[in-house]
C-alpha cells in the first residue's frame, strides 16, 4: 500500500500526499509547482485555458505507447492523476526552441491578450501527438479546438497557424517524456494501491474490485470518483469536496471495452473517446452523436459511467442507452461471505428522481452494456443546444423505430419503436404512448399527428437554456425530422 | 483571408510599401506560458486571497450580516465591510456607487463584505459560514418598469436636425416599432483581478487588471483614506478587457487594497469567472422606439427615436455610451430630419458598462434594421437601399453637424458588392428559400462609421515617457494598457521610426502610474492614437536635440568632440538652440544622417551620437503630452465635432437557419475595412476578425438569463455561449482598403478596435431577412418580423413558428 500519488509533471516524478493531494490539478500546477503558464478561467471544464496534456498507462493493459492527449487541469483531482504524465505549457520548449504549436501560434498571430494562449498551444499540441505527419485541415483543426475559448481573436489566425502545422514525429512530446524508465516507475507504483488523507478528507485506490467493494461497504458516505469532470465543477463553485472518494483507476477490469454480435460493453474507465472509438463500428450512430459531446479534452478522460451515474436529465448518453437496452453493472460486496455480488439494473429502471439512482448501499458501478442495433432499426440521435459545439442539450432526442415493410411510396412499416427524450423532465424518459401509437404503417400525414403526441405528451420547464414551449416545440419538431429522415430512407 | 492590404477601390490611393506584421511584443512569451497576468504573481510569505460575499437579491436590505463563524475558521485572517472603507463612494461621471453596501443592496452580485484568509480552502470555509439575512424589497429589474417608475440616471439628451415631426407627418410612407436589444458579458478570459502590497516604507503598490489605472489610483486612494501620491497602480497586461476593466476594475482593487492596510500583508482577490459575471456590469441593454418616414424608392427622410437604456444601479458610463448610441444612429446613411432623444433608466441590475462599441452598437443596430423594414415595405434589395441613403458628396453632414471628411462608404459598398458576388447569391438564395424545404438562408450588407474620439473632450489627452539608452535602445512608457489589441507593439513601431532603429530595440514597459498619471483610459479604440502621439511628440523633442547635435558634430574636427573633451574640459560645452536644426536630420538604420547642402551628407552611428549627446549634457530622454485639437462637441445642444475621423467600413453575412430548431450557422462573411495607412497590419487584421466574432456572440448565441430575485443564472461558459471555433464564418474574406488621405491622426492610422465588432450586425439583420422570407412564404405577404438582440435560436424559432408557440403557451 502506497502513502501517495504518483505521477509525472514535466519529466519530474512526485509523490503527492496530504493537502496537494486534494487540489485541483491547475491550481496545484500553478500554486505549489510554480508552473502559472497553465491558466483558469472557468474552472468548469468549458474554455480550455487550463489545457495539459495527459499520457497514461492503464494497469495491466499491453498499449505500445500510451498517447499524450489533451485534457482540462481545472477539475481534475491531483490524487485522481495517479500513474500519469502531465505535460504543461512551460513543457513545450525543447531547448530553447519552441514546439511547433507554439512557433505557428506565434509566426500567426494566433494570440492577443494572450490569456487563452497556453491552453490553444496545448490543445494544438495535442492534435500533433495524434497527427504526427499528417497534414491537418480546418475541420481537423476546429475538432480538436471545440474545448477553447478564445474571445480576441475571432479563431481566423488559430485556425491558420493549426493548418500550418508542419508536424513530424520528430516534433512529438510523447518520446520526449514518455520514455521507458517513468511509464516503468509508473506501473510499478500502480501495482499497489494508495490511500491519502488530509484535514478529514480520504482518497482511496484500491487495486482490485474485491477492495474496492470492501471499501464501499466500510465507508458507507464514499462517494466513486471517474475522471471528475462532472464531480469536479460544484467542487471548484464552493461545495465541499466529497469527503471519502474511491478511484477505480488501478483496477484492470475497469478498462475493458469490446462488442460481440449482440452487445457492446464498457468498463467504467473507460474514457469517452476510446468509447468513439469502439462505437464507430458497433454503434455508428451513437459515435457520430459523441463528436457533438462536450470537448476533446473532456472526453479523452471522461467515462460513460460518469455520465449515467451523475443521472442528470440532459445527460446525452442516456437517451440512446434508453432506447439501446442499455443496462449498467453493479458490484457490492455480498453480506455473508464477503464474495463480489454483481447484478444488472436496466436503465429504464435505474432513475428513481431527479439526479437519484436505484443503487443499494456500497454498490458501485463496474460497466455498461447496450444492445448493437440491427439492420431492421432505425436509430437517429439528435441533440439542441444554444451553442452547438460544448454546450449542454436543451433537447435531445434518441428514436428508433423496428421496421417491418422497407420504405416506398412515402410510407415504412413500424413494427415496434422506443424513442426517449433528454431535457424535458426531471429524468431522461421514454415516450410510452407514443411508442403505442407509432406501430404501423407510418407516412407524412401520421408523422405529423405523432409529433403533436410528442409535444404534448411532456411538460418540460423553462430554464437557462431554453423555455417550456421550445423544449415542447422543439421535442416534436425533431421527431418530425426523424420521421422525414425515415421516409426518405 | 488576403494577407495584404488590396489597392483601395477608387482614385487617389497608392500602394504603400508592406506596413509591417511585427509580432505581439508579447507573443513569445504567450506561447510559453511565462508572460505574468496578475494572479501569476509569485505568492508572497503571508500573502492573504480573497473573496466576495454578494447580494442574491436585485435589491434587498441587510437585515444582518454575522462574520463572527467565518471569521472563527481557522486560518481567516480579516472581514472588510463598508466600516471600513474611508470614502466609500466613487464613479467615473457620478460619484455615486459604493464601494461596499451599507444598509440596503442595489443589485444582485452588490458586495456586502470581502473575507481574507491564508488559503482558498479556508476562504471556501469561511464564505460558507457567513451569515447574510436580506430583506428582499420590489426591485425594478426593466426598462419599462423603470420608465413608469421615473427612475432615471442623468438627464435625457436629444440631436435633432430639420424637423422630424413634420417631414414624418409629410412622408409617403412611415414605419414605427421597437428594438429591443439584451445585455451581452465582455466574457474576458482573466477575470477581474488585484493584489495589493502594503509597504511598511513607501506607497501602497496594487496590480490590477485595469484598463485605466489612474482612476484605479484614485479610488483605490480615497477607499484607504490616502493622498493619491500614496498609491501606486501597476498594470502590466490585461487578458482581455473590451471595456469591462475600464471601470469596474477600481473598486476591486480598493477591496484588495483595503485587506492589505487592514492586515499589513500581500492581498490577492482574483474573482472566479462566475463571481465576475455576477458582480460586473455587462453591455447596457436599450429599448428603443421609433418612427421613421421615407418615400416610395426607399429615401430615408426623417427619423425620430426615443432610446432608453438600462444603466443597471448606478451611473458608471452610461450616459456617455448613450450619448455615443445617439451620435450613431445615422451609421452610414444621411437622414435629412432627426430627433434622437436619449435616456438612461436606473434599475436594480449589476452597473452597466463600457463595451466594445459604447453605444455606438445600438444606434447602428435600430437604423440597419429599419433599412430593412424599409426595404421590404418598398419592395427593393435592402442593399440597394442602403446605396441609396448612404453618405455622399452633398448629403455628407451628419445629424449632429460634423461634414465627414474622407468618406469612403460609397466606394466600399460598391466594392463589396461586387467582390461578394452579392447580386448572384440573393437571387441563389431567394429560389432555395421558395423551395421551402433545406436550410433557411438571409443574406444581408450593413456598414460602420464609427466616431473616433472621446465623446467627453478631456479624455483625449494622454501622456509618454521616453527613455533613450545610449547604446540605441529605447524604453518608453505610457498610460496605456495593453490587453491584447497591441498597443505596445505599435507604439514601439512608432517610436522605432522616429528613432530609425528596429522594433526589438524598444521596449514598452509596465504601465504604472509612477511613471504616467493622469492618464486617460485605454479605450474608445484610441490608445494608440493617444499614446502613441504623446510617445512621438517625446521623441521629436528628443530627435531636435539629437539633430542640432549632429548639425554640430558635421562641422567639428574630430579631435574636439565631447568623446575627446568632455571628460578633461577643454572644450566649450554645446548649448541646443531653439527650433529645428539647420540642416535637415534623418534618423535611418540605426544612424543620424545630416542632409549634405552641397557637400557629402554626414551620418554617424545613433549610439555614438547618443553618447556624444550625453557627455554633452544633452537630455535622450523626454516625457511627451498630446491633446487631440479640434474637437468640440457640445453635449447640451448636440451639435459640434464629436470626433477626429470615422473608422468605416461594411460587411455582408449569409446566414443559414435550422427551420426545425432555429439554430444558426454563418455560412459565409465578406468584410471590408477603411482603416487608413495600418501601423501593423496583422495586429489590425487581428482587431477585425476578433472584434465581428465577438460581435456576432452578441447577435446571436450570447444569452443572460437571470433568476426571479434578478440574481445573473447564466454566469459561466457552460450556461453563458460566447462564439467557439466551430462558429466561425464557414468561409470569412476580410480585408482592408488603403488610404492615405487620412491626416487627422498619428501616422494616417484608423483605429481599429472597436469599429468591426459593429459589423456583425450583418449577421443580425441577415437572420431577419430570411426569418422575413420565410414569414412572406409560410403567410403569403409581408411581415416585418421584429427579433431581439441576441437572435437566439430559441428566438428564431418563435418568429418562424409564433402560431405553434402561441398554441402551446395557450394550453
Ligand atoms: C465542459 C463540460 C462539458 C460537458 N459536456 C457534456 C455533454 O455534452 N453531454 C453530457 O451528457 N455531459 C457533459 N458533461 C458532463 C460530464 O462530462 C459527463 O457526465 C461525464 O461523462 C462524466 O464522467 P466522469 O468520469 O468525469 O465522472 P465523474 O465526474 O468522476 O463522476 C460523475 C458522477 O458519477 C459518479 N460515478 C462515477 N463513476 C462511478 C461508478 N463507477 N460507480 C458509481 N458512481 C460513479 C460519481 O460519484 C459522480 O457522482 C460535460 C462536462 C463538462 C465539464
Ligand atoms: S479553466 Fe476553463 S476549462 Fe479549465
Ligand atoms: S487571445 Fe485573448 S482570449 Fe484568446
Redesign the pocket.
Known amino acids: 500500500m502506497r502513502d501517495h500519488a504518483l505521477l509525472h509533471v514535466n519529466g519530474v516524478a512526485r509523490e503527492v500526499r496530504g493537502r496537494d493531494a486534494f487540489m485541483m490539478l491547475a491550481e496545484w500546477l500553478r500554486k505549489e509547482l510554480g508552473l502559472p503558464g497553465t491558466k483558469i478561467v472557468?474552472a468548469?471544464?468549458?474554455c480550455g485555458a487550463c489545457t495539459v496534456l495527459r499520457a497514461f498507462d492503464p494497469p495491466g493493459s499491453s498499449f505500445p505507447e500510451a498517447p499524450f492527449e489533451a485534457m482540462?487541469s481545472c477539475?481534475a483531482i491531483v490524487a485522481?492523476m495517479d500513474g500519469a504524465h502531465v505535460v504543461t505549457v512551460e513543457g513545450m520548449e525543447s531547448e530553447g526552441e519552441l514546439a511547433p504549436a507554439q512557433a505557428a501560434m506565434r509566426r500567426c498571430h494566433g494570440s492577443q491578450c494572450g490569456f487563452c494562449t497556453p491552453g490553444f498551444v496545448m490543445a494544438l499540441s495535442g492534435m500533433v501527438e495524434q497527427h504526427a505527419g499528417e497534414p491537418i485541415d480546418r475541420r481537423v483543426a476546429a475538432n480538436h479546438l471545440t474545448?477553447n475559448l478564445c474571445r480576441c481573436t475571432g479563431y481566423e489566425p488559430i485556425l491558420e497557424a493549426a493548418c500550418s502545422l508542419r508536424t513530424s514525429e520528430a516534433h512529438r512530446v510523447g518520446p520526449r517524456y514518455g520514455t521507458l524508465d517513468r511509464r516503468a516507475r509508473a506501473r510499478s507504483a500502480m501495482e499497489s494501491g494508495f490511500e491519502v488523507e488530509h484535514d478529514g478528507l480520504r482518497f482511496a485506490a484500491p487495486t482490485s474490485l474485491e477492495e474496492a467493494c470492501g471499501f464501499a461497504a466500510a465507508n458507507p458516505g464514499f462517494?466513486?470518483?471517474?475522471?471528475?469532470?462532472?464531480?469536479?465543477?460544484p467542487i471548484n463553485k464552493g461545495r465541499p469536496m466529497?469527503e471519502t472518494l474511491l478511484s477505480?483507476h488501478l483496477i484492470p477490469e475497469?478498462y475493458e471495452a469490446r462488442a460481440d454480435d449482440s452487445r457492446v460493453s464498457v468498463g467504467?474507465?473507460v474514457?469517452?473517446s476510446r468509447l468513439r472509438h469502439l462505437c464507430a463500428d458497433a454503434a455508428p450512430e451513437f459515435a457520430r452523436f459523441l463528436d457533438?459531446?462536450?470537448?476533446p479534452?473532456?472526453?479523452n478522460?471522461?467515462?460513460?459511467?460518469?455520465?449515467?451515474?451523475?443521472?442528470?436529465p440532459?445527460?446525452?448518453?442516456?437517451p440512446f442507452l434508453l432506447v439501446a437496452g442499455g443496462a449498467?453493472g453493479?458490484a457490492s460486496l455480498g453480506e455473508g461471505d464477503g464474495g463480489l455480488k454483481r447484478r444488472e439494473i436496466p436503465m429504464t429502471e435505474l432513475y428513481r428522481g431527479y439526479r437519484q439512482?436505484s443503487?443499494a448501499p456500497g454498490?458501485?458501478?463496474?460497466h455498461v452494456t447496450f444492445d448493437r442495433l440491427g439492420s431492421d432499426r432505425f436509430l437517429r440521435l439528435y441533440?439542441v443546444?444554444q451553442r452547438k459545439d460544448?454546450?449542454?442539450?436543451t433537447v435531445?432526442a434518441a428514436f428508433s423505430v423496428k421496421l417491418d415493410r422497407a420504405g416506398g411510396g412515402g410510407a415504412v412499416g413500424v413494427s415496434a419503436a422506443r424513442l426517449a427524450l433528454?431535457g424535458v423532465a426531471a429524468t431522461p424518459i421514454r415516450l410510452p404512448a407514443v411508442e403505442e401509437a407509432i406501430v404501423g404503417t407510418l407516412d407524412a400525414a401520421r408523422i405529423e399527428s405523432l409529433a403533436e403526441l410528442v409535444a404534448g405528451s411532456i411538460r418540460p420547464l423553462s430554464d437557462v437554456r431554453g423555455s417550456a414551449a421550445y423544449r415542447s416545440v422543439l421535442a416534436a419538431n425533431l421527431f418530425r425530422r426523424f420521421g422525414r429522415e425515415l421516409l426518405d430512407g | 483571408m488576403a494577407d495584404r492590404p488590396t489597392e483601395a477601390p477608387r482614385e487617389g490611393a497608392t500602394v504603400l510599401p508592406d506596413p509591417g506584421s511585427e509580432p505581439h511584443d508579447s507573443s513569445r512569451t504567450h506561447v510559453t506560458g511565462r508572460s505574468e497576468y496578475v494572479d501569476d504573481r509569485p505568492l508572497m510569505r503571508g500573502e492573504l486571497v480573497c473573496g466576495l460575499v454578494y447580494s442574491p437579491y436585485a435589491r434587498a436590505r441587510l437585515v444582518k450580516l454575522d462574520l463572527t463563524a467565518a471569521c472563527a475558521v481557522p486560518g481567516v485572517a480579516c472581514a472588510i465591510t463598508a466600516a471600513d472603507v474611508a470614502r466609500n463612494a466613487w464613479g467615473s461621471i457620478f460619484v455615486e456607487q459604493p464601494i461596499l453596501v451599507e444598509q440596503e443592496a442595489q443589485h444582485a452580485g452588490e458586495v456586502v463584505a470581502v473575507l481574507a484568509a491564508e488559503s482558498r480552502e479556508a476562504l471556501a470555509k469561511a464564505l460558507r459560514r457567513v451569515h447574510a439575512e436580506w430583506e428582499e424589497l420590489p426591485a425594478i429589474r426593466t426598462i419599462d418598469e423603470a420608465i413608469a417608475a421615473a427612475s432615471f440616471i442623468g438627464v435625457e439628451r436629444t440631436i435633432a436636425r430639420g424637423d422630424a415631426t413634420a417631414a414624418l407627418a409629410a412622408a409617403p410612407h412611415r414605419l414605427s416599432g421597437t428594438l429591443v436589444i439584451e445585455a451581452a458579458d465582455h466574457f474576458y478570459l482573466e477575470s477581474h483581478a488585484a493584489v495589493a502590497y502594503p509597504r511598511a516604507d513607501g506607497p501602497i503598490e496594487v496590480h490590477s487588471s485595469t484598463q485605466h489605472p489612474t482612476e484605479t489610483q484614485h479610488v483605490v486612494a480615497d477607499a484607504l483614506g490616502l493622498p493619491f501620491h500614496e498609491v501606486v497602480c501597476i498594470a502590466r497586461r490585461l487578458g482581455g478587457g473590451f471595456g469591462g476593466k475600464e471601470t469596474q476594475a477600481a473598486p476591486i482593487a480598493a477591496l484588495a487594497a483595503l485587506v492589505a492596510k487592514r492586515t499589513g500583508r500581500p492581498a490577492r482577490l482574483v474573482l472566479s469567472k462566475d463571481d465576475d459575471m455576477i458582480v460586473t456590469g455587462k453591455r447596457n441593454p436599450f429599448q428603443i422606439r421609433y418612427e421613421v418616414g421615407f418615400d416610395g424608392a426607399g429615401m430615408l427622410l426623417a427619423l425620430d427615436a426615443q432610446l432608453h437604456s438600462d444603466g443597471g444601479a448606478y451611473a458608471d458610463l452610461s450616459t456617455a455610451i448613450m450619448e455615443r448610441a445617439l451620435l450613431h444612429c445615422d451609421n452610414a446613411y444621411f437622414v435629412p430630419n432627426v430627433r434622437v432623444r436619449g435616456q438612461v433608466c436606473r434599475t436594480n441590475h449589476h452597473p452597466h458598462t463600457a463595451f466594445r462599441g459604447f453605444g455606438g452598437p445600438k444606434g447602428v443596430a435600430l437604423i440597419e434594421s429599419i433599412i430593412e423594414d424599409v426595404a421590404r415595405t418598398v419592395g427593393c434589395d435592402a442593399l440597394d437601399v442602403r446605396r441609396r441613403n448612404v453618405y455622399r458628396p452633398g448629403h455628407d453632414v451628419t445629424h449632429f453637424g460634423q461634414k465627414i471628411e474622407d468618406n469612403c462608404l460609397p466606394a466600399l459598398f460598391e466594392s463589396l458588392e461586387s467582390r461578394c458576388e452579392y447580386r448572384a447569391r440573393r437571387e441563389a438564395i431567394r429560389s432555395s428559400n421558395a423551395a421551402g424545404t433545406g436550410p433557411l438562408r438571409g443574406l444581408s450588407m450593413t456598414a460602420v462609421k464609427f466616431g473616433i474620439a472621446f465623446t467627453t473632450r478631456f479624455l483625449n489627452q494622454a501622456n509618454a515617457l521616453v527613455n533613450v539608452h545610449r547604446d540605441g535602445t529605447v524604453q518608453v512608457s505610457t498610460g496605456a494598457v495593453e490587453m491584447g489589441q497591441g498597443v505596445n507593439t505599435r507604439i514601439a513601431a512608432i517610436v522605432a521610426e522616429r528613432f530609425g532603429i528596429a522594433i526589438d530595440a524598444v521596449r514598452v514597459m509596465t504601465t504604472s502610474t509612477e511613471k504616467n498619471a493622469n492618464t486617460s483610459p485605454t479605450a474608445a479604440s484610441a490608445g494608440t492614437d493617444l499614446n502613441g502621439a504623446a510617445a512621438a511628440k517625446a521623441c521629436e523633442a528628443i530627435t531636435r536635440r539629437l539633430g542640432h547635435l549632429a548639425n554640430h558634430l558635421r562641422g567639428l574636427p574630430a579631435d574636439r568632440w565631447p568623446s575627446r573633451t568632455a571628460g578633461l574640459g577643454t572644450a566649450p560645452e554645446f548649448v541646443v538652440p531653439e527650433g529645428p536644426p539647420p540642416s535637415p536630420v534623418r534618423f535611418e538604420r540605426g544612424a543620424v544622417i545630416v542632409e549634405a547642402d552641397g557637400g557629402d551628407a554626414f551620418e554617424i552611428p545613433l549610439p555614438r551620437l547618443l553618447g556624444e549627446a550625453y557627455l554633452s549634457r544633452i537630455s535622450i530622454c523626454d516625457y511627451g503630452h498630446f491633446a487631440t485639437p479640434n474637437l468640440g462637441f457640445d453635449k447640451e445642444k448636440g451639435q459640434g465635432r464629436a470626433f477626429l475621423y470615422f473608422s468605416q467600413g461594411v460587411a455582408a453575412s449569409e446566414v443559414e437557419i435550422d427551420r426545425r430548431t432555429g439554430e444558426v450557422k454563418v455560412r459565409r462573411v465578406d468584410l471590408l475595412m477603411d482603416l487608413g495607412r495600418p501601423v501593423n497590419h496583422a495586429l489590425d487584421m487581428g482587431q477585425v476578425t476578433g472584434g465581428f466574432v465577438q460581435g456576432m456572440g452578441w447577435v446571436t448565441t450570447e444569452h443572460l438569463f437571470y433568476d426571479d430575485h434578478g440574481l445573473l443564472v447564466s454566469h459561466s461558459?457552460?450556461t453563458y455561449k460566447i462564439p467557439s471555433v466551430q462558429d466561425t464564418p464557414r468561409i470569412f474574406n476580410t480585408d482592408l482598403v488603403f488610404n492615405e488621405r487620412n491626416t487627422a491622426n498619428i501616422r494616417g492610422t484608423k483605429a481599429s478596435g472597436e469599429p468591426p465588432l459593429l459589423l456583425s450586425l450583418s449577421v443580425w439583420t441577415a437572420i431577419r431577412d430570411a426569418v422575413m422570407s420565410e414569414r412572406e412564404r409560410l403567410r403569403g405577404e409581408l411581415e416585418l418580423v421584429p427579433i431581439a438582440i441576441p437572435a437566439t435560436a430559441e428566438r428564431i424559432l418563435r418568429a418562424i413558428e409564433r402560431e405553434t408557440f402561441a398554441a402551446i403557451e395557450a394550453r
Open positions: 472557468c468548469e471544464g468549458d482540462n477539475i485522481a474545448g462517494r466513486v470518483v471517474g475522471a471528475s469532470t462532472d464531480l469536479g465543477v466529497p477505480l475497469m467504467a474507465r474514457p469517452l457533438l459531446f462536450a470537448s479534452q473532456i472526453k478522460v471522461a467515462t460513460l459511467v460518469g455520465n449515467i451515474a451523475t443521472g442528470s440532459i445527460g446525452d448518453t442516456l449498467v453493479v439512482l443503487l454498490e458501485l458501478i463496474t441533440k443546444s460544448l454546450d449542454i442539450s435531445s433528454g | 461558459p457552460s
